[in-house]
């Protein structure tokens, strides 16, 4: 592009451009906020989740991440790299001020748009909107409480402090019982759905026990209790890993009101 052609439209605004890794994090939240949808029928607006999204801090502080990094160069690419690309615009002149409208502003019908292009992601299936809050109780807890219903034998009469003693057996056990259908065979596939199924179980009974359950994109999966705040995946990888003993988890217990909480409910 010509010297006044850049001019025109703005160093400072082609370079801040330049340096939006898009496409990766369009990647991410598309999968984070599609897959446990799909599994529940519905649909979450993906504008929404993608504004969510990046305003998440984690999020944010990535992307500033691989901002920095240099991007390596290859004989085949179609373009200089991000660093080299952003360095020729160094000394020329700032231009006007650009046109600060969204390009989405340019649509209508957002709403129509998504279900067009989902459909066609789903099998030609219509899914119904649902706000991103409602992800969590109407998602989330959803596919967690299939999940207990189906390992209900495993995990009968357990309680939340109990874990400690128990998690090695429910373990080998939900990972022995894993379908066929549930991961990409692997050696390591059971141990992770049988994590998956453990922490699911946790959070569930945290959401009957009338915790809040926070589902933002870009961040953990978070209940919210009245002492305080648990990820339950984090909760039951430190257990799985050892990084929390018998005495720490029980306090941990104490301290959020969890002792005598079942598990599971009886199906």
Same mark, same amino acid.
């Given at each position: ?102 390009? +989405? *502003?340019?649509?209508?019908? /957002?709403? %129509?748009?998504?279900? @067009?292009? #989902?459909? =066609?992601?789903? !099998?030609?299936?219509? $899914? ?78 945290? +959401? *009957?026990?009338?915790?809040? /359950?926070? %589902?933002?994109?870009? @961040?953990? #999966?978070? =209940?919210?209790? !009245?002492?305080?705040? $648990? ?37």
């Amino acid at each position: 592009m010509a010297a006044s052609r850049l001019s025109t439209v703005g160093t400072e605004w082609r370079t801040s451009a330049l340096s939006r890794p898009q496409r990766p994090a369009t990647a991410a939240v598309t999968a984070s906020s599609r897959s446990p949808n799909r599994s529940a029928k519905s649909r979450s607006s993906q504008r929404r989740s993608f504004s969510r999204f990046l305003a998440s801090s984690r999020i944010a502080a990535a992307v500033d991440e691989h901002i920095k990094e240099p991007e390596p160069a290859d004989p085949y690419d179609t373009h200089p790299p991000l660093h080299e690309r952003v360095a020729a615009l160094t000394g020329l002149p700032p231009g006007a001020a650009p046109d600060e409208s969204r390009a +989405v *502003e340019l649509l209508k019908d /957002l709403d %129509a748009l998504e279900q @067009e292009m #989902l459909a =066609l992601m789903a !099998a030609g299936t219509t $899914l119904p909107a649902i706000g991103w809050d409602d992800v969590g109780p109407r998602v989330y807890a959803t596919t967690w409480r299939r999940a207990a219903e189906r390992h209900a034998a495993a995990l009968a009469g357990l309680t939340v402090d109990a874990l400690p003693d128990e998690a090695p057996r429910l373990i080998a056990r939900l990972g022995a019982e894993m379908p066929a259908d549930a991961a990409h065979p692997s050696a390591e596939a059971p141990a992770h759905y049988a994590r998956w199924v453990l922490s699911g179980t946790l959070a569930l009974a945290l +959401v *009957e026990a009338s915790w809040r /359950l926070r %589902a933002v994109p870009g @961040e953990p #999966l978070v =209940l919210e209790g !009245a002492l305080g705040a $648990l990820d339950p995946f984090q909760a039951v990888e430190e257990l799985v890993l050892g990084k929390i003993d018998q005495v720490g988890w029980r306090r941990r217990c104490e301290t959020f009101g969890l002792r005598g909480i079942a598990l599971a409910r009886p199906v």
